[in-house]
């Protein structure tokens, strides 16, 4: 994968991808990530974390891909699902990543209780799984990563990239 994740990501190909090769995938695209990202709010250069969506329906691989992406940026302890937790937080050499599973929030308004604001303030590479549950609380600049099922092939799925 030669482009970086950045807000300037086109969408990309659809790929149709084994287990194997979406692990592989998410672990270069985690190694080629660039977080923090800078922008300028009210005259000051402020850092901004850079946030992937991960979309898909239950049994997609949206856990997977987010475990690679973080072993790829560097996170070397154990990456498990928030489900329960929410959000988990983990360090790596180049950065604090947060892995959030919005599955069990009602809406955007759930949000405030995770720490969002702070999140979406924080120099950091930030996996959502579920995003759609954030509304319009999820920055338009998200990476959007989309995984489906591929009825011919159970085995295999599909990936969607783009970005706005």
């Not at 988990?88 to 809406?107: N, W």
Request: charged share 25%; with cysteine.
């Amino acid at each position: 994968m030669s482009r970086r994740a950045s807000s300037r990501h086109a969408a990309m190909p659809d790929a149709q991808l084994t287990e194997s090769e979406l692990i592989a995938w998410g672990e270069r695209f985690g190694a080629e990530c660039q977080a923090p990202m800078t922008a300028t709010v009210g005259g000051v250069e402020r850092a901004r974390p850079l946030i992937v969506a991960i979309e898909g329906d239950l049994g997609a691989g949206k856990t997977t891909l987010a475990r690679a992406i973080c072993r790829g940026f560097g996170v070397t302890e154990d990456v498990t699902s928030p489900t329960f937790a929410l959000v988990h937080r983990y360090e790596s050499g180049r950065g604090p990543v947060y892995h959030l599973d919005l599955y069990r929030l009602a809406g955007p308004g759930d949000l405030t209780n995770l720490g969002w604001d702070d999140i979406m303030n924080e120099p950091a590479l930030v996996l959502v799984e579920w995003p759609e549950r954030a509304g319009d609380r999820l920055p338009a600049a998200a990476l959007r990563v989309r995984l489906s099922h591929l009825s011919a092939s159970p085995a295999m799925r599909a990936l969607h990239v783009e970005s706005r």
